[in-house]
Structures are given as C-alpha cells and as structure tokens.
C-alpha cells in the first residue's frame, strides 16, 4: 500500500489576529494556512479576507475549520477560503447521536483533491459507516431550524446573564460591544454561533457552578440539542502548563457554555441557581 509521506510536517503558530505575521510566516514550503474561523474558547474571529489575501499571495489554500458556524449561514468560499473542513459531529449531528467530519473542497486547489481522494480515501479509508451518515444526514434536516433557535438562544442567555452580579464578564461575539462584534456580522450574516463563555472569580466558583448545574450538562461536546458546560482549563486544556494556557489566553476562571434548544428562562434559572447555591 502506498503510505503518503507526512513524516516530517513542521507546524508555525501565529496570532491568527496578525494577517502581517501569518504572511511573514509563509514561505516556499508552506502547504497550507490552517485556522479556525472563531477560536474555542477564546473567541477570537478570524478575518477571512485579509488572511486569504495574504495566502492567496503566495499561491497557497487557506483551510478553515468551520465547525462554530454552520455552512448553512455564510459562505466561507465567498470570503476566499478554499477548504472547509467541520465537525460533523456538533449542529449537523444534532442530539450528538455519532461522530463525523466533513471536508468541503471548492476545487481552487486541484492537487490537494488528488491528496484526498487517492490517498486519504482510496488508501486509507476515512469513511463513514452506514449507521452513522444515516444519523448525520437525519440532522441534516433540521439543521438549519436547531441552528437558528439554538444561536437566539444563546445571544438572548448571554444578555441576560450579563445583569448577574456574580457573573464578572460575559463574552459572546453578538454583543454589539464585543470587539469582533462588526466582523462577525459581516462575515457571518447576522448569526453568532450557539457558544458563549463567561467569567466568575476563581476557578473553584467554575468548579461548584458546574457541580450545581441541574438542567445543563456538564460534557466537552458543542452544539448539541441540550446545553452543555465545560471548564476548558481543567479539561479540554488540562494537559498544557499553566503558562502556555496563559499565552493562548485560556483562563482559570472561564466556563464555555454551548446552548441548546430548552426554553431561555430555564437555563437562566439554571445558572442563576448554580451560581447561588451554597
Ligand atoms: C469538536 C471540534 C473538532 C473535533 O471534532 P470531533 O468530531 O470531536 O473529532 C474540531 N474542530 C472544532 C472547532 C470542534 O469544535
């Protein structure tokens, strides 16, 4: 069996805020300029056109995983990037019934198809089974409708728990004072993605809010049918030193919650009782 030859990739890492630094960063060897359109947890939004621009001028693909934002809502090829690649296992799946990925290749890069194709699938089989496009296509269906009630929910929880006292920052990208607030509605057509953080004043307050929550569940998935609520420090981030989550600005007292499709004054009593128990 012929085995690519990935055996040496080399990895640069660059504020994906810094579209000088990433050009800079690229060079004749660059395969591709890899990012994600909003960061998790942090939330930054990626500028789509000026980082394909500075790819583009070097001849070389810009791939965004748009997991946060489904394809139903914006066109990323639009904004210049070339390939897509998600999780299908979040809003496409839906009641997180399976696992999946998609690529979506617009075909601006005719070579990297041939990679994909011959050797990714051909060769080594990333397929789905059955069982498991048949659940994802079921989501599929309803995507967009879960999507949309899913994303409201999330911008209107956000605004109100941005009155909580005990709450000491909320950050959500549909916020209209939210620094990404503009780029986002540009790109993203109005819609904001169904994840918001927020901050309370130390990480053993994230730790009883969560241990508190009753109708929120407490997992490291996104965008399912139910809301959910992780401590991205001490899970998703566990594994780095303190002083690399620091430079990625992943903070102690940050919670990362996913918003599912309950009624808002649920999951705001939810909180609000979580951050009030004694
Ligand atoms: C969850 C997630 C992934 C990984 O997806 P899996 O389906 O868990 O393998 C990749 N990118 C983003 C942005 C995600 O949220």
Not at 154 to 169: H, M, N, Y
Request: charge should be negative; include cysteine; glycine fraction near 6%.
């Amino acid at each position: 069996m012929f085995l690519p030859t990935y055996v040496s990739v080399e990895t640069r890492f660059i504020d994906l805020l810094d579209c000088e630094a990433v050009a800079n960063a690229i060079d004749d060897n660059t395969a591709c300029v890899f990012l994600e359109i909003i960061t998790n947890p942090q939330l930054e939004v990626a500028d789509l056109r000026m980082l394909a621009s500075a790819a583009h001028q070097h001849n070389v693909p810009l791939v965004a995983d748009t997991t946060i934002i489904p394809f139903t809502q914006f066109s990323a090829s639009a904004l210049g990037v070339d390939i897509e690649v998600l999780s299908s296992t979040k809003y496409i799946s839906g009641g997180a019934t399976s696992l999946g990925g998609l690529v979506i290749d617009y075909g601006h890069f005719p070579q990297l198809y041939r990679t994909l194709k011959f050797e990714l699938l051909y060769n080594i089989g990333s397929y789905m089974t059955p069982q498991v496009a048949f659940m994802q296509t079921n989501g599929l269906e309803t995507l967009d409708l879960r999507y949309r009630v899913q994303a409201d929910n999330a911008l209107e929880l956000a605004r109100r728990l941005r009155q909580v006292p005990e709450i000491k920052g909320v950050n959500h990208i549909g916020l209209t004072d939210n620094k990404f607030h503009q780029l986002a509605t540009e790109q993203f057509g109005g819609t904001y993605g169904a994840m918001f953080t927020i901050d309370l004043e130390d990480k053993q307050r994230c730790f009883d809010f969560i241990d508190n929550l009753q109708l929120i569940s407490r997992a490291t998935n996104l965008f399912d049918s139910k809301s959910l609520a992780i401590h991205p420090a001490s899970t998703i981030f566990g594994a780095f030193a303190g002083s690399q989550r620091r430079a990625m600005n992943v903070n102690d007292t940050t919670i990362r919650l996913s918003i599912g499709m309950e009624s808002v004054d649920d999951l705001y009593n939810d909180v609000v009782q979580a951050l009030t128990k004694h």
